[in-house]
């Protein structure tokens, strides 16, 4: 993909880079540069996700197996499940648009670390295409991307093991990542910006490293001990050998509930920055909005066993976490309603980028209104494992994350290439996103509710009318990514020019040039101690403000 | 670390690569050690959840021999002081003093695999023996890994130390100050490690 070079070729530190469109495939330090890299790199993995898929819906049009051998599916869910959670949402809702926005919102010109910035990403790529290419040697792995033994003991281990490497070496970029959020946000602001005058999304960003920093080491933690497993015959998993593998999930699920906040809480800032510069209000309850953020990190963390409600744990740790886990349902209301009030009142221009987050708020509110309910011991008993949780996490996860992410490549377009995009084909975009996602995954919580379970390629054929109705949705879904692509390439070379700020923005990364010199800002880096500021400063973004927050 | 950004943008300057905030490395690799301790508190819990949820046969229950890991306790600890040593000797710019407590450091850090070695020969068992025995080697062997790490730290530490011709000086100390806390961490994980895996 080609963007416009920013920086005229006088600039001395320009010589340390390549420029134009080879430094995309270059060791850059930028982190615009790094940002864009996890985009696109993010992108490519979500067109090979998002085609596996079509082939598990393609499979399950009709209730026996005969789109593909049943082996192949369980490889097929497997890259699937794994390419999406880690190639493609966490990446880009954390790599990349953290590493592009990070920076401007702290008023610095770079990252704390750029060197390990770089490395970070540069770790995705070969890990993505490891685990690929490991369909192609002897088949990939086949149990889920839980990886639970003893069933990742017993599958083929070659698929498993590579597997396990690509995920260290995901979970190794995931930490390089979190470690210079954490740095670059609490070390790297400018003086006399306050940490309660940052962007909501520097709070998402600092929640969500902060969860990345504890829990997925002991992923990989666990991770080793599998594979030690799979490969030396240890037991520690292997209850044969008198190995347990309930510490396993306690283990695997210690970093795999984090995750989903690391997909999603993310999301949720990137939704906090979108929605007041189209409504052309203040962002409603900022201080609301920061407590719930940092109440989610730490109530994430204590949650992880509701997903082994049916593992055979004890009356306690049930009861204590169906209770933390409905705490969590408190912040993320909290969260949920400041959107609408910031929304209430607003002059909303219903562009792509505004439709798209007040998708991501419809979607979000049902997949965790299934949340709460899952979180219930006697209801989670009766549906877990069937595809009731399977619509539960892609409402999570693609009616939140994914929507935003689309949403966000919409709003910051203008600034990463210089040119707009076109509003109609976005428009249609969402239309088709959003009828095809619900089309898809609705109707999976009433396959749940009468017993059909996840991961398996064949169904009672009593079932096969909804499994219909989901395909079209999933067809539905796969053709809407054509106008978009469209879109972005066209627009790339003949998009109408948008100039520095188009959307009459205040937050830094809207006060330089679109896209940015590498320096970020021509000169001394302007200083917002109100970024969202709308509706009283509008005339001028560029005026001193009072400092003075107004959230009414 | 370096950044590509000149503070200021004067094009008739010589710009080269500067940095433009203050060094923030040790803050990074504390960081990192914090996740590199989750790693180890994930092995705690998942040792002290087999202990109480997985008896062991009769025949797997071992007596383990205490002097050795009291003997490696006793290096780490010293080795640590050693290194701390090293530091003010760096700060009061005696590179020799600072280069003899560097090597009186990895000659502990050595010492210790050494008797981890010794350790691990007179074992009554093997890596897949039974759940204790893997993952009694996991802990320690994942502990050792760290060491290994630290010891070779300590002695690339040591060598651009020297003076003339080394790095690292009073005026750059990051090298040493990295990896002095890197070795206190290693010394903290081995001696909560003795306390669960020996003494509990």
């Keep these: 993909m080609i963007f416009a070079n920013p920086s005229s070729p006088e600039k001395t530190s320009e010589r340390l880079q390549p420029t134009g469109w080879l430094r995309y495939f270059s060791f850059s330090l930028d982190h615009k540069v790094i940002g864009l890299q996890y985009l696109i790199c993010g992108f490519i993995f979500y067109l090979i996700g998002g085609s596996l898929a079509s082939a598990i819906r393609v499979e399950l049009t009709s209730p026996i197996s005969d789109f593909m051998a049943r082996d192949v599916y369980n490889q097929v869910l497997t890259l699937h499940g794994t390419i999406m959670i880690f190639l493609w949402i966490v990446p880009v809702v954390n790599g990349a648009f953290g590493n592009y926005l990070i920076p401007f919102y702290v008023g610095a010109r770079d990252m704390a670390f750029p060197r390990l910035n770089a490395v970070a990403f540069w770790l995705i790529p070969p890990a993505g295409l490891m685990l690929i290419s490991s369909y192609f040697i002897t088949g990939a792995a086949e149990s889920g991307w839980t990886a639970y033994p003893p069933l990742s003991i017993t599958t083929p281990a070659t698929g498993q093991i590579i597997w396990i490497i690509s995920v260290l070496l995901l979970g190794g970029s995931s930490i390089f990542g979190g470690i210079n959020f954490i740095a670059t946000i609490l070390k790297l602001r400018q003086p006399g910006l306050k940490l309660m005058q940052l962007p909501m999304y520097c709070w998402a960003m600092l929640g969500t490293s902060i969860l990345v920093v504890l829990s997925t080491p002991v992923l990989a933690g666990t991770l080793i001990l599998l594979s030690f497993d799979i490969v030396a015959h240890t037991g520690f998993f292997n209850p044969s050998m008198g190995g347990n593998v309930i510490v396993y999930q306690h283990l695997f699920w210690f970093y795999s509930h984090p995750a989903v906040y690391i997909m999603v809480l993310p999301a949720f800032g990137l939704v906090s920055e979108i929605l007041p510069v189209h409504c052309r209000k203040p962002l409603f309850g900022y201080t609301t909005m920061v407590y719930s953020i940092m109440a989610i990190v730490g109530l994430g963390l204590v949650v992880w066993a509701h997903h082994m409600f049916t593992s055979g744990t004890p009356p306690w740790m049930r009861l204590f976490f169906t209770i933390a886990t409905s705490f969590i349902a408190v912040p993320t209301g909290i969260k949920f309603f400041n959107w609408v009030a910031t929304l209430w009142g607003g002059k909303i221009s219903l562009n792509s980028a505004v439709l798209f987050s007040c998708g991501f708020i419809i979607n979000f509110v049902l997949g965790g209104i299934t949340g709460v309910a899952l979180a219930q011991v006697p209801f989670d008993v009766h549906v877990h494992d069937t595809y009731f949780v399977v619509a539960h996490f892609h409402y999570i996860v693609y009616g939140g994350s994914v929507f935003v992410i689309f949403s966000s490549i919409y709003h910051w377009y203008p600034k990463f290439t210089g040119r707009m995009l076109n509003e109609n084909i976005g428009r249609l975009h969402f239309v088709l996103t959003f009828i095809g996602f619900n089309l898809c995954f609705a109707p999976q919580h009433w396959l749940g509710l009468n017993g059909m379970p996840r991961r398996v390629a064949e169904y009672d054929p009593q079932f096969t009318f909804v499994n219909q109705l989901s395909s079209a949705g999933a067809l539905l879904m796969a053709l809407s990514t054509l106008p978009f692509l469209w879109n972005v390439i066209n627009s790339a070379m003949n998009g109408p020019i948008a100039g520095d700020n188009p959307w009459r923005a205040l937050t830094p990364e809207w006060l330089t040039s679109s896209p940015p010199p590498v320096e970020n800002w021509e000169g001394k880096a302007p200083l917002v101690n109100e970024p969202y500021g709308y509706g009283r400063s509008t005339k001028n973004p560029k005026s001193p403000n009072d400092g003075e927050r107004d959230t009414k | ?200």
């Design chain 2, 1 to 200: 670390m370096t950044t590509i950004a000149p503070v200021e943008q004067s094009p008739e300057k010589e710009v080269t690569q500067i940095e433009d905030h203050a060094d923030f490395r040790l803050f990074g690799l504390a960081a990192f050690l914090v996740a590199d301790g989750m790693t180890f508190a994930g092995f705690f819990a998942a040792y002290l959840t087999f202990k109480a949820v997985n008896p062991l046969l009769p025949d797997a229950i071992y007596e383990l021999e205490l002097p050795l890991p009291t003997l490696n306790t006793v290096l780490l600890l010293v080795s640590s002081a050693t290194f701390h040593r090293a530091g003010q000797a760096l700060r009061k710019d005696n590179a020799m003093l600072c280069q003899r407590w560097l090597l009186i450091t990895a000659g502990l850090g050595l010492a210790f695999l050494a008797s981890q070695m010794v350790e691990y020969f007179t074992l009554p068992f093997g890596l897949t023996d039974n759940l204790y025995a893997s993952t009694f080697y996991a802990l320690t062997g994942f502990h050792g890994l760290h060491v290994t790490l630290g010891a070779l730290m300590i002695l690339i530490v040591w060598w651009q130390s020297r003076s003339p011709g080394g790095r690292i000086t009073s005026k750059n100390q990051f090298p040493l100050e990295a990896a002095e806390l890197y070795w206190h961490f290693v010394d903290g994980i081995w001696v909560i490690l003795f306390i669960i895996l020996y003494l509990l």
